[in-house]
């Protein structure tokens, strides 16, 4: 349902900018309820938030990325993309979309992309 493309090689104090599709029936019309996020995990670590864009359009960015990553959504087209600029060796990671709505009743439904590799070296 959810699919990253963009990843790639870089070197440090480079740019990439990666991007979401939300594809398939479960957001044909409905994209735009859901709040949007990037998450991160390197060998060893676990799964972090890099950025979220909610419905609403508010973003918040991890201590790490804040002033270097933007989040955007374009809901008419189903994306979500992550620009990364002054990118540094401790970015590398496999970067991860999620989707994700909890109703007021409770019910949660999030859905993840299959990632995409992030590799800042020289």
């Known amino acids: 349902q ?3 493309s963009g990843g790639g090689l870089v070197q440090p104090g480079g740019s990439l900018r990666l ?9 044909f019309t409905i994209f735009s309820i859901f709040h949007m996020a990037w998450y991160r ?3 060893g670590k676990k799964r972090e938030l ?17 002033g270097r990553f933007t989040i955007s959504r374009d809901n008419a087209k189903n994306t979500v993309e992550l620009e990364m600029d002054s990118l540094k060796p401790e970015d590398t990671a496999v970067y ?21 590799q992030v590799t800042v070296s020289s």
């Open 50 to 66: 890099v950025a979220l864009i909610k419905s609403d359009g508010n973003t918040t960015y991890s201590d790490s990325v804040q």
């Open 96 to 116: 991860y979309c999620d989707a994700e709505k909890t109703l007021s009743g409770g019910a949660k439904y999030e859905y993840w992309g299959q990632g995409a």
């Open 19 to 27: 991007s979401c599709d939300a594809s398939g029936s479960v957001f």
């Open 2 to 4: 959810l699919k990253e």
């Open 41 to 43: 995990q390197s060998p």
